[in-house]
């Protein structure tokens, strides 16, 4: 594919000629222009209603300043960032980053790819992101709780069940939703459905806290079923050790698989025999609790060897690659690697992890690849179901969670496969990346063409 005019000009005149320094959000826009180049030659509608040229500004962008006492008692300053995105298919919905490496140029990406994440999540949800270059690493629990307050003392304001629903993503899990949550409400006097990702006792989900890797597994099952084949006596290589890594690490195990790799932004272990249910027990303590290094799990369990400073891909062969970690994780050589040994399907988990060089290797060689936006969504769908529960004010049992975030994933899989089809190359080879983008933008474009202005 390539760009046509109208998004060649688009693209050049108000996103590189503005923001030259914002390389993830020209990534991702980049991406998403690329797909959309059928659709726009059919359909003059989206460019008469100038929904490009729309699409790629915030509706509003929010930075704040953050201040608070460390256990020193020295006074801190972080940045605090909500980028509302699009509204017209429901209040903006994303997650909230603590990372140091947070900029506008990423949360403007993430945001941007929420827009079409949530639209293809069937549920009426609109896109946003945000966050801090605050880094948890490190710090107790109590500086954890004075920054988490400090954050919400101003997020407040801007956020409400129908406005804005924040919720977790890298640095930004119970811990932290529950910090961020008192503080709501404590401010707020008012027990609002404000954030998803709550803990059980107190208004979340059952199947939440999985939902995105096993969501991840769920996609990639579906692309696999269209070739006969299944998770089933597969070697999986999965970066990261977070959230989404540890659940599709646990479902690809469920389902007949074996794990051979976790990682951290420290390194990697490849464990030949596996990572069962009880090693990943071992995972989960290391990194929810006791918030270690996976390096630590090569000390436990001698069937495991460290990588210090490597990524998964080219550690060992593998028929099945799930990149959870964080954007940029996965580059060209690396896609060649996985390629060459013989990898036949790759499910993103984390958000734009596949370089575009990658993404280009994969389709060449006809690989099953899904892009973030369509296989992560399990994610935001889950918290979706958090917020009908909540607004029920019950809750359904974990088989019922889960069997609708089953569902979902396979509608999704659908929606991306038939647009694909209908709008891709022809032959055999399903463009996920192509089906993904235009099923995503369709809706919320003709919502917004529906809309006026
Ligand atoms: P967590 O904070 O739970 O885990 C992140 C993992 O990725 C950690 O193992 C972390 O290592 C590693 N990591 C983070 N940054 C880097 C880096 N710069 N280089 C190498 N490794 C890194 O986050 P999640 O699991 O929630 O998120 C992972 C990815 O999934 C992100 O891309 C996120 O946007 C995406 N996502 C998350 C969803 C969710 O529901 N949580 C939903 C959809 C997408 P370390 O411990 O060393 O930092
Ligand atoms: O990237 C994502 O979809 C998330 N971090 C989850 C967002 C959400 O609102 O659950």
């Not at 390389?23 to 726009?40: A, G, M, N, R, Y």
């Not at 961020?180 to 979340?204: C, H, M, N, P």
């Not at 049992?397 to 694909?420: C, F, P, R, W």
Request: charged share 25%.
């Amino acid at each position: 594919m390539s760009l046509n005019d109208y998004s060649q000009r688009v693209l050049q005149e108000c996103v590189i000629n503005k923001y030259p320094w914002e390389k993830e959000f020209i990534q991702s826009v980049t991406e998403v222009f690329d797909s959309l180049t059928p659709l726009l030659d059919r359909e003059s509608k989206y460019e008469k209603n100038r929904i490009l040229e729309r699409i790629v500004v915030p509706e509003r962008t929010i930075l704040f300043r953050v201040q608070w006492v460390d256990d020193k008692g020295q006074i801190q300053v972080n940045d605090g960032y909500r980028v509302q995105f699009n509204s017209a298919i429901g209040p903006y919905k994303g997650g909230l980053r603590f990372h140091p490496s947070v900029n506008l140029s990423i949360l403007k990406f993430l945001g941007f790819e929420q827009i079409f994440k949530n639209s293809l999540t069937t549920l009426p949800m609109g896109g946003g992101k945000g966050g801090s270059n605050f880094d948890p690493k490190g710090k107790s629990d109590r500086e954890v709780m004075a920054f988490c307050q400090a954050f919400m003392r101003e997020l407040y304001r801007h956020i409400g069940p129908s406005i804005d629903v924040p919720a977790g993503d890298i640095g930004v899990g119970k811990r932290e939703i529950g910090y961020l949550f008192g503080q709501y409400r404590r401010i707020r006097d008012s027990y609002d459905s404000v954030l998803t990702g709550k803990a059980l006792e107190w208004g979340g989900s059952l199947v939440r806290p999985e939902a995105t890797g096993y969501g991840d597994v769920y996609f990639a099952s579906e692309m696999l079923a269209t070739r006969g084949e299944s998770f089933d006596g597969k070697k999986v290589l999965v970066s990261g050790s977070g959230n989404v890594a540890q659940h599709a690490c646990e479902k690809a195990t469920q389902l007949g698989a074996k794990v051979l790799t976790l990682s951290d932004s420290n390194g990697t272990i490849l464990d030949k025999d596996g990572i069962d249910a009880e090693k990943l027990a071992f995972v989960k303590d290391l990194k929810n609790n006791r918030r270690g290094r996976m390096k630590e799990y090569a000390d436990k369990f001698p069937t495991a060897q460290y990588f210090e400073g490597a990524r998964p891909w080219t550690l060992a062969p593998c028929d099945i690659a799930l990149p959870c970690a964080t954007q940029n994780e996965l580059n060209g050589e690396e896609a060649k690697v996985l390629v060459a040994n013989g990898c036949m399907c790759v499910g993103e988990g984390a958000n734009m992890p596949s370089t575009p060089e990658a993404v280009a290797c994969f389709q060449a060689n006809k690989l099953l690849f899904s892009p973030g936006k369509a296989s992560n969504a399990g994610g935001v769908a889950t918290s979706g179901l958090e917020m009908s529960q909540n607004a029920m004010r019950l809750s359904w049992s974990a088989e019922e969670v889960d069997q609708k975030l089953h569902g979902i994933m396979k509608s999704i899989h659908n929606a991306a496969y038939t647009a694909a089809k209908e709008y891709g190359p022809k032959g055999d080879y399903v463009d996920y990346v192509l089906g993904a983008n235009i099923a995503g933008f369709r809706k919320v474009a003709n919502a917004m063409v529906d809309q006026g202005i």
